[in-house]
């Protein structure tokens, strides 16, 4: 196997298909939650947050992989109505976004995930930390445990203190709405496959409002044109970055090979300036001027 051939099959099982977001077997937004396209959509175990699938700045949401990934799974577990046995995709929509939460403020699970806030203090979102924590994030427990575990969330007046403080930061105003979803969810409950009140979408960049469930319409499982970016597409351009890069390495393989064999002719001993006996045979073809020499000697001495 060459080295190129070698360096192609390294640099192609190296790209990333994505992150995995909790969402119900069999809803739609697998398309846009799970893995990659090659997961079974109907496989509870083909989707499971973890912190590599967050990110935590406004612009990473548009910018980013990951980022644009979260954006279209929420978007679409907020508008969805599938269920399948215990599970349903608004639960999955809370979860993911108290994750989230989770991660970016409070370091958990993952520290090095955190960013730095000026609202992880006690005037604003530190508050809230027991109850966001609620189950250590389990998966499998209640998805409103948070609700209640460290008193009722839905009027703890530290609520109000974070959504302002998170809404005017300069990069976490997306997370304000997180945390007013995560108040709706506690005052609602939504039933399974019901819709959860919020006046807007959380990435709408102006801040959404709780209102009644009933004026929400879902999405009845499809897809209602969020202006997702598909994971289909989000892989091709992964790929055909690595592709052109690849490329880019090929193309300088080929030159670097052919610029060693002219070097390697220039300088072979028939060349050598030293010996006497440099090669002046012209391209059109002819005698060398040492060919020509003997020619002549032996002229003169007829």
């Known amino acids: ?33 799970l893995d990659n396209p090659e997961s079974d959509p109907l496989d509870p175990d083909s989707s499971n947050t973890a912190s590599r699938d ?8 548009e910018n980013s992989p990951s980022g644009i990934k979260f954006k279209n799974c929420i978007d ?20 993911n976004v108290r994750y989230s939460i989770d991660v970016c403020l409070f370091g958990f699970p993952d520290a090095s995930k955190a960013v730095s806030s000026p609202c992880t203090i006690n005037w604003a979102c530190q508050p809230l930390k027991n109850a966001l924590q609620a189950g250590g994030l389990d998966a499998t427990r209640n998805q409103l445990e948070y609700c209640t575990v460290d008193g009722d969330f839905t009027s703890a007046h530290h609520i109000g203190d974070c959504v302002k403080c998170l809404a005017s930061s300069p990069n976490q105003r997306h997370m304000a709405n997180f945390v007013t979803a995560l108040k709706a969810g506690c005052e609602q409950k939504p039933a399974p496959g019901k819709p959860l009140g919020l006046s807007g979408t959380l990435f709408s960049g102006e801040s959404v409002t709780i209102t009644s469930p009933t004026a929400e319409a879902t999405t009845d499982n499809k897809d209602g044109g ?3 970016t598909s994971t289909g597409a989000i892989v091709g351009i992964s790929i055909g970055g690595a592709l052109l890069l690849l ?8 030159y670097h090979r052919r610029q060693k064999r002219i070097f390697g002719r220039i300088s ?35």
């Open 226 to 228: 969020f202006g997702i």
């Open 268 to 302: 072979s001993p028939e060349n050598d300036t030293r010996t006497g006996t440099r090669s002046t045979t012209p391209f059109g073809g002819g005698f060398s001027s040492t060919e020509k020499r003997g020619q002549c000697w032996t002229m003169g001495s007829g």
């Open 54 to 61: 967050i990110t935590c700045t406004d612009s990473s949401y």
């Open 1 to 33: 196997m060459t080295p190129f051939v070698i360096l192609l099959v390294s640099w192609i099982s190296l790209i990333p298909y994505g992150n995995a977001l909790q969402v119900t077997p069999g809803s739609t937004c697998a398309a846009f939650c």
């Open 76 to 95: 679409c577990l907020q508008k969805s109505n599938a269920t399948s046995g215990t599970e349903n995709d608004v639960s999955w929509f809370l979860y």
């Open 247 to 254: 490329g880019g390495i090929a193309l300088f393989w080929i």
